[in-house]
């Protein structure tokens, strides 16, 4: 509620749809060039830079992908700051390099992996829905690899039954963190049939570039059919664990934020109505809110016979 | 005045007539004088400063809704909401001030403060009733009913209308000072509401209404000083302040 006037975002920094698509497509067919090769470039420059993947993209909604400016501009990452427009305005010194993601717990082979390794996947865009448990959405493509194939490498043992991602903590370059809102560092879960899912995807990259720092750079997660806060971003540990991991906004707020946090239209929020959503950067709040987030068709087994109303 | 001359008499006289009393009237008082008092200088900056957002705003909707960022809807609500709280809050300091400073002339801003408020929580509601619940009235009360937070803001909405209404010479004369200035006490609930409204809604970071939350405490011990300060017969007719 800072009296600035938002992040002023100019025409001209909004990418007509056109061009978007075009170089997607340019993108698509400049795939020859090696992975390794877009690994390194991608890591040796702070300005955007373009990845390789392929497009069997799974699910496509029908539903138009949000600009980049919108989605690079009006993020939650707390650790930067809490309005929505500080973390575009303060990850600009956030370092991502070097960066190793720790993999540990219940697990046959854990281990470290540099990031470079992980660009070594190969890589799929996902344009995925995108839902705030705060009733705004956005259709967002993404870049990454299931998380399932990095969790199959390191063999979770018959003890693991959880997820447990640990997000970045670095106090002189993420301002937010002198302000303890959530405890530090955020910490997010999911079960682990849920992070094996096909649809769970390890992400590197947005819009055919690598993440900014703002949406969660080097390496984040994304979860299509839970609220947006359960994606944790700047990964640097995952662990697998036998009961359920404490997480961020469920210690802070357990009857508003849920561990499951499915997107769910039945199930209100306790201070506001999750029906319906507001497709950014609309006005009104007139799209309905999908049970899934829209992908139950993929998911909803994983709940069956369980209660969503009771485990929201 | 060639032209006047070439004009029938009556006519003539008639011009000249209006010209006598329009320089007569630019040189008496009202026109010279008000601008060179403070409160006639004051007065209309603080209007310009507390319009000046919501023309911004409305520019914003009309040319360039992205000024608001990627979630215009919800920049309006908040940044309408916001300067309710702030009109609200210069509302208040308005009697401290004058007492303090004794610059009695403070007073004429304080009907000019209030209605701004009522405009901003005007266009908050309207923002509301619009953007989030499409202009669905049984959706609206249903979600008042079910949300402590909405019906703490909509409650102090409603508490500012008849202080709105009663803004009005004529009404302080038609219903008495007394009973005039015992209704507009209703502030003092309208600004607590108001934050609690404010607080109950963040999600987690509470700075900006703890900030203002005491800013208005501040305000309201003020005044509380203020009153048993003053000697208890005097207290009635101070009671319209």
């Known amino acids: 509620m800072t009296y600035t006037f938002g992040p002023k975002i100019s025409s001209s920094e909004i990418t007509p749809r056109e061009i978007y698509l075009s170089r997607r497509h340019f993108m698509g067919s400049a795939l020859a060039t090696g992975a390794a090769l877009a690994a390194s470039s991608a890591l040796s420059a702070t300005s955007p830079v373009a990845l390789s993947f392929s ?39 956030f ?13 046959a082979k854990p281990k470290i992996v540099g990031i470079e390794e992980l660009f070594k996947f190969d890589l799929e865009e996902r344009i995925y829905r995108l839902r705030c448990v705060e009733a705004w959405s956005m259709v967002i493509p993404w870049i990454g690899f299931p998380l399932s194939k990095l969790l199959a490498q390191v063999e979770p043992t018959s003890k693991a039954r959880y997820v447990k991602f640990t997000t970045a903590s670095k106090p002189d370059e993420m301002p937010g963190l002198s302000y303890r809102v959530l405890d530090w560092p955020y910490t997010e879960g999911l079960r682990l049939d849920e992070a094996m899912h096909p649809l769970t995807l390890l992400t590197l990259g947005m819009y055919g570039e690598v993440l900014p720092n703002q949406n969660g750079a080097p390496v984040r997660i994304v979860v299509p059919w839970k609220y947006g806060f359960k994606s944790a971003k700047s990964i640097v540990r995952i662990d697998l664990v036998t009961d359920e991991p404490k997480t961020a906004w469920n210690s802070a707020a357990p009857n508003e934020y849920g561990f499951n946090s499915n997107v769910n239209p039945a199930v209100d929020h306790p201070r506001w109505s999750q029906k319906r959503e507001r497709r950014l950067p609309g006005f009104f709040a007139n799209h309905d809110t999908e049970l899934f987030n829209g992908y139950g068709e993929q998911v909803a087994s994983l709940y069956s016979g369980i209660d969503l109303a009771k485990f929201y | 005045m060639v032209m006047v001359n ?73 940044h309408t909401g916001d300067w ?116 109950w809604l963040v999600k987690r970071d509470i700075f900006w209404p703890l900030l203002l939350g005491l800013v208005l405490a501040v305000l309201l011990v003020c005044r509380l000083f203020l009153f048993l300060r003053s000697a208890p017969r005097q207290r009635g007719a101070r009671a319209s302040s």
Request: glycine share 6%; hydrophobic share 50%; with cysteine.
């Open chain 2, 6 to 78: 070439r004009l029938p008499h009556s006519i003539q006289a008639l011009i000249l007539r209006n010209f006598i009393d329009l320089m007569s009237a630019t040189t008496s008082s009202s026109f010279f004088k008000l601008p060179l008092s403070l409160i006639g200088v004051i007065k209309p900056l603080f209007f310009c400063f507390l319009l000046l957002p919501s023309l911004l705003i409305s520019y914003a909707i009309i040319f360039d809704p992205l000024m608001l960022g990627a979630n215009p809807a919800e920049a309006i609500l908040h």
């Open chain 2, 84 to 199: 309710v709280i702030y009109s609200l809050l210069l509302t208040l300091a308005v009697t401290p001030v004058r007492r303090v400073t004794k610059w009695n002339d403070a007073i004429k801003l304080r009907r000019m403060l209030g209605l701004f408020s009522f405009y901003y929580v005007s266009l908050h509601f309207l923002t509301y009733l619009g953007f989030d619940r499409l202009f669905d009235l049984s959706d609206m009360a249903r979600e008042i009913a079910k949300r402590p937070f909405i019906l703490v803001g909509f409650l102090a909405f409603l508490l500012m209308i008849p202080l709105a209404v009663t803004s009005t010479r004529g009404w302080v004369l038609r219903i008495g000072g007394k009973t005039w200035a015992r209704l507009h006490k209703l502030i003092y609930a309208i600004a607590v509401l108001g934050i609690v409204h404010y607080w």
């Open chain 1, 55 to 93: 497009q069997n993209a799974i699910p496509k909604p029908s539903d138009t992908v949000t600009d980049r400016a919108l989605a690079t501009t009006y993020n939650n990452f707390y650790e930067f700051g809490t309005s929505k427009s500080d973390p575009a305005r303060n990850a600009g010194k």
């Open chain 1, 95 to 107: 370092t991502i390099k070097p960066w190793t993601v720790e993999i540990g717990g219940e697990v």
